[in-house]
């Protein structure tokens, strides 16, 4: 069916949904709802949800997908391309000012003190991140279950990320076959009530349908696609092995983000973890608590919060620039990171989604996706008590007994004023319902006066 968007009007919207894209994926979602649903009326709710359900069910950023998938509705393969580009670009060049700007005066106690006031507001938005997520998702025993067993497989036993994912899809769809609460379709999250009021819309009436032209799947289709995303996904890299090297930090870092790319379920959060593990103990990327200054970085800025990896691959080249200045060699670091992260979304995208279409209304799919999301619920859980130890402690321990991995802290290394401002930003948040911006800039704002008064 035709319909009357112009691909400049559209264009417009998504660089106006870019630069809105601030509070992570929920807010990122209740802005494109309440453009593309409630105020343009471009896209049904049903359509909407079910575009959702897909990018949460994919690996990488929900919020980044979904706008590619709705340009792909709407304008077809240029339509997603140019939709999900502009989603990523003010973060990207946000990130990489601020990269630049950490690298270079980490040592002057101005930066040093915001980024001190950053990590404790952090750990308390993840830790509501949680909280949020898992009211949304933890609708009955069966979830909650699912849940506990995420964060016992990769807290205390280091289970793989597709391999919890993929056991949640297997509960989730024999639940749906054995109990009425799994035959439950999912619901989209409700925007941030503090954020966005998405009110009833006087709007021109929804055009239904816009894609049944080409949504058809077919095997030609999907060859065409992998034929020209997994040469632009892997290309660079072999051109970067044979500039600098198979064991140049660039190809490094574009194999290693490459790979989170395919593990990185259920968005950002999901991963960080690993993320940190990796570039601090495995390639010394970074040092001990610099993912929590990446992650205040991503929190603040535009697009999706997966972009702290382009503030890993950033501080990784500078620190190990080759033949490269320490700031080419960051810059290169952030590009080739970037694109590895983001061109595999497009690939998910553009391969799957005609099926996906096909297949609206399928119960099935909407019940694995539901204990999908409650194993997400765990595994962030795994990321709130990893960064709140290591945020609160200068010293944590991983004990390996009884085939358990134990992270133990020496409370002698205890931080009492990280630990202040992390209460002051859980009051700030919980108790008197200030938004994520004020609650970041005030706690940067005391490390601050604290930093440049004391010292650390």
Not at 59 to 74: N, R, S
Not at 207 to 222: E, Q
């Amino acid at each position: 069916m035709e319909h009357s968007i112009t691909f400049l009007e559209a264009f417009w919207v998504w660089v106006k949904v870019a630069v809105y894209s601030f509070g992570g994926p929920a807010g990122q979602i209740a802005v494109m709802h309440r453009i593309l649903v409630e105020e343009k009326r471009w896209v049904s709710e049903e359509r909407f949800l079910h575009a959702l359900n897909y990018a949460m069910l994919l690996p990488g950023p929900e919020a980044q997908q979904l706008t590619v998938y709705i340009g792909w509705l709407l304008h077809k393969t240029w339509g997603g391309v140019v939709a999900g580009t502009l989603f990523v670009l003010p973060g990207f060049a946000s990130i990489l000012a601020l990269s630049i700007l950490y690298a270079t005066f980490q040592d002057v106690s101005f930066v040093q003190g915001l980024f001190f006031g950053l990590k404790p507001a952090v750990m308390a938005i993840v830790v509501e991140a949680v909280m949020r997520i898992g009211r949304r998702a933890l609708k009955n025993r069966l979830m909650v279950i699912v849940a506990g067993l995420a964060f016992v497989a990769i807290f205390f036993f280091d289970v793989p990320f597709p391999l919890i994912i993929l056991s949640a899809a297997g509960l989730g769809f024999l639940g749906h076959r054995i109990t009425p609460a799994g035959r439950r379709r999912p619901t989209a999250p409700p925007a941030e009530p503090s954020t966005f009021n998405l009110q009833p819309s006087t709007a021109t009436p929804v055009i239904a349908d816009v894609a049944t032209a080409h949504a058809r799947p077919s095997l030609a289709r999907a060859l065409r696609v992998l034929a020209i995303c997994l040469p632009l996904w892997f290309g660079p890299l072999l051109l970067l092995a044979a500039v600098f090297g198979a064991d140049s930090v660039f190809v490094q870092e574009g194999v290693f983000f490459s790979k989170t790319a395919v593990v990185t379920f259920g968005g950002a959060y999901a991963v960080l973890a690993y993320v940190a593990q990796q570039a601090v103990d495995v390639y010394g990327w970074l040092r001990p608590g610099e993912m929590l200054d990446g992650l205040g970085m991503a929190e603040t800025t535009p697009g999706p919060l997966i972009s702290v990896v382009q503030f890993v691959a950033f501080l990784g080249a500078y620190r190990h620039p080759g033949l490269l200045s320490p700031l080419a060699a960051g810059v290169l670091g952030s590009l080739i990171t970037t694109w590895v992260t983001y061109v595999p979304c497009f690939l998910w995208i553009f391969l799957g989604a005609p099926y996906v279409e096909q297949l609206r209304g399928n119960q099935s799919l909407s019940a694995a996706l539901t204990a999908i999301t409650a194993a997400v619920v765990g595994v962030i859980l795994n990321l709130a008590v990893w960064f709140s130890l290591h945020t609160l402690f200068d010293v944590v321990n991983e004990v390996h007994t009884l085939g358990l991995r134990l992270l133990v802290p020496d409370w002698a290394t205890l931080d009492g004023v990280a630990a202040v401002i992390a209460v002051g930003a859980f009051l700030a948040l919980f108790r008197f319902r200030w938004g994520m911006m004020k609650t970041l800039a005030v706690s940067a704002a005391t490390g601050l006066v604290y930093y440049l008064l004391f010292g650390n």
